[in-house]
Nanobody
Framework: VQLVESGGGSVQSGGSLRLSCAAS????????MGWFRQAPGQEREGVAH???????GYADSVKDRFTISQDNAKNTLYLQMNSLKPEDTAKYYC??????????????????WGQGTQVTVSS
């Protein structure tokens, strides 16, 4: 599986960006895909995920501002980011993996990662 992100850039606070992740070599019948971000000196955090059945999930910090979607015909994952804030500045990565069940519910184990695309939001 190869994942290639694009769409990052520099915007002012309140602006919008749409990230894309072109995927090739899908192998899992049931899968999950996600967007993660990492700012300098900080741990990587999950931003949003989508499962092969279409269900989605978001980090509290981006709910109601970001939307994850996929175009299966184009094998592309998207992240529409609106009302961007300076604290959204980070390198954004897409990831691909499989869901598994835990006592706390279904989780995702990500096996493949893209190289990332930088998002910078200025105040």
């Amino acid at each position: 599986v190869q994942l290639v992100e694009s769409g990052g850039g520099s915007v002012q606070s309140g602006g919008s960006l749409r990230l894309s992740c072109a995927a090739s070599g899908y192998t899992y019948r049931r899968y999950c895909m996600g967007w993660f971000r990492q700012a300098p000196g900080q741990e990587r955090e999950g931003v949003a995920h989508i499962r092969s059945g279409g269900s989605t999930g978001y980090a509290d910090s981006v709910k109601d501002r970001f939307t994850i979607s996929q175009d299966n015909a184009k094998n592309t994952l998207y992240l529409q980011m609106n009302s961007l804030k300076p604290e959204d500045t980070a390198k954004y990565y897409c990831a691909y993996g499989v869901p598994f069940t835990t006592p706390q519910g279904e989780q995702c184990a990500y096996d493949y990662w893209g190289q990332g695309t930088q998002v910078t939001v200025s105040s």
